[in-house]
């Protein structure tokens, strides 16, 4: 069983910065992806960033050039650096560990509220 558990969100200002961290406790071996989706109210949870264990990512289009993920595989956390946060990006948001075999697991989220 594999546990997962985010922190640093909070309330910022427009144009201001939080990191988020997630650290996923168990066992978790092979290949591996961590990600951060967010779901803000009355929309669908969506991607915001994903990084393999090599440490390969993607991001969404809405913030890229703004928010960096990367990971620290010897402590199975992976983070999200977000910078020119907007009132667009308040949402909840949630880690995601994907491992081999179909063993998906969810954070319970963590929330980000940026002010105008």
């Known amino acids: 069983q594999v546990q997962v558990v985010e922190s640093g969100g909070g309330l910022v200002q427009a144009g201001g910065s939080l990191r988020l961290s997630c650290a996923a406790s168990g066992t978790i071996t092979g290949f591996n992806f961590m990600s951060w989706y967010r779901q803000a109210p009355g929309k669908q949870r969506e991607l915001v960033a994903r990084i393999t264990t090599g440490g390969s990512t993607n991001y969404a289009d809405s913030v890229k050039g703004r928010f960096t993920i990367r990971r620290d595989n010897a402590k199975s956390t992976v983070y999200l650096q977000m910078n020119s946060l907007t009132p667009e990006d308040t949402a909840k948001y949630y880690c995601?560990?994907?491992?081999?075999?179909?063993?998906?697991?969810w954070g319970q989220g963590t929330q980000v509220t940026v002010s105008s």
């Open positions: 995601f560990v994907q491992l081999p075999f179909g063993f998906n697991y």
